[in-house]
């Protein structure tokens, strides 16, 4: 999605000849086939693993739960996920330097900056809630194995399941002309009607 506008944005001639419905579709499998990769690649390390324990303490399952339930050494299982690290943070990186480089583009003149905000400031709001949701969940799954902060664990675990999913219609559905024009008259008629 950030290289789509960032070719639609910083190079609107080349856009067509760019993005070919060829180059899409192979963007697209691209992704399909290394998320199938990685959670297959993530099944097979789990399954070989002989568990000593049943009890996760979360609210759903995830690789590292099981990992830890594991009685032989999970070296393996270890380096697997910081490659998968190394690798989202690949990703997130590439995907700032787009927006560097959109942001940068869209300075030069006050119509490219509504363009922008218009377009790409919704992706990147979801984007940093859900990295930033991410991100903690999976630091509390590493690093922390104190119970007496279950509750905080639960909640920073949930959060990108529940979070996102809520903004995303309020964030997008904002960039509409007519339903920010409908909300707004809604919210100024419940102000006077408080007065």
């Known amino acids: 999605m950030a290289y789509d506008r960032y070719v639609a944005i910083c190079k609107p001639l080349e856009y067509h000849s760019i993005m070919t419905p060829g180059r899409v579709g192979l963007l697209v499998q691209i992704t399909w086939f290394l998320t199938f990769i ?79 905000m218009e377009t790409c400031l ?17 630091i509390s799954a590493r690093l922390s194995s104190d119970t007496s902060l279950q509750a905080l664990r639960n909640s920073l675990s949930i959060m990108y399941l529940i979070v996102p999913p809520i903004l995303n219609p309020l964030i997008y559905g904002m960039k509409l002309k007519q339903l920010r024009t409908i909300v707004c008259r809604r919210f100024n008629r419940k102000i006077t009607t408080l007065k």
Not at 123 to 133: D, E, Y
């Open 38 to 116: 990685e959670t297959i690649v993530g099944i097979v390390l789990i399954v070989r693993l002989p568990l000593c324990g049943s009890r996760i303490n979360k609210l759903y399952c995830v690789d590292w739960d099981v990992v830890k339930l594991s009685c032989i050494d999970n070296t393996l299982n270890n380096v697997f996920a910081f490659i998968i690290l190394v690798f989202h943070t690949f990703q997130v990186l590439i995907i700032i330097i787009s927006y560097v480089l959109i942001i940068r583009t869209c300075a030069q003149s006050q119509a490219e900056r509504n363009k922008f």
């Open 122 to 138: 919704p992706h990147i709001i979801t984007l940093g809630i859900l990295s930033i949701s991410v991100s903690l969940d999976f």
